[in-house]
């Protein structure tokens, strides 16, 4: 019985990151379109928020 307990707290724990994996991915593509969005009316933007973005990341 506890064989089967460890393989579905390892199966929930592989489909939870799967998850974030996914959700990282589409947030990933959201930004990067509203970047892109933001570049194309204000030139400037990327000088100004990718420092802003490194600092935020480290």
């Known amino acids: 019985m506890d064989s089967w307990l460890e393989r579905i707290v390892i199966w929930g724990a592989a489909a939870g990151v799967g998850l974030v994996i996914v959700l990282f991915a589409r947030l ?30 480290v």
Request: hydrophobic share 45%; proline share 7%; glycine share 10%.
């Open 28 to 57: 990933s593509d959201y930004l990067g379109q509203h970047f892109h969005l933001l570049q194309a009316d204000y030139s400037w933007a990327p000088l100004l928020l990718t420092p802003l973005g490194g600092m935020l990341i």
